[in-house]
């Protein structure tokens, strides 16, 4: 395993699509491990590939209740709305108050390749969201309603 560096925003990186994964291998796991790695020591609660450079739909959260990973995920239902702080870790010092489901479903894979589905509330509903954002190039200033600490 190992840390790997958080692209920061401004770079392209971050404003591109990230291509489906289709093998799920030694080199996926490796990379799932690797971005658990960098999200624990960097203090976030989730971490997308195209945040480490790579253009794969992956991302991994966890929220306080263990490790979430998710390979092609797609949020399937959304109900109600929350306006909360956000912030990513692409982007240090930025925090901003966004408008977000407050309750999410998605469909993914895990790292084996098998389908699941998982419903989140509240903190993992924005997490779900902010994550499967970055695989489309979205960064979370474009839902921020109200920016704080600046
Ligand atoms: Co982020």
Redesign the pocket.
Known sequence: MALRLIVKEGEDLLTKKSRPVEQFDQKLHTLLDDMRETMYAAGGV?L?AP?IGVLRRVCVIDIGDGLIELINPVVTKTAGVQETAEG???SPGKCGITRRPKKVTVEFFDRNGKKQTMKGEDLLAKAFC?EID?LDGIL?KEHVICWENQ
């Open positions: 989730g997308a945040q990513c870790l692409s902010h970055h979370f």
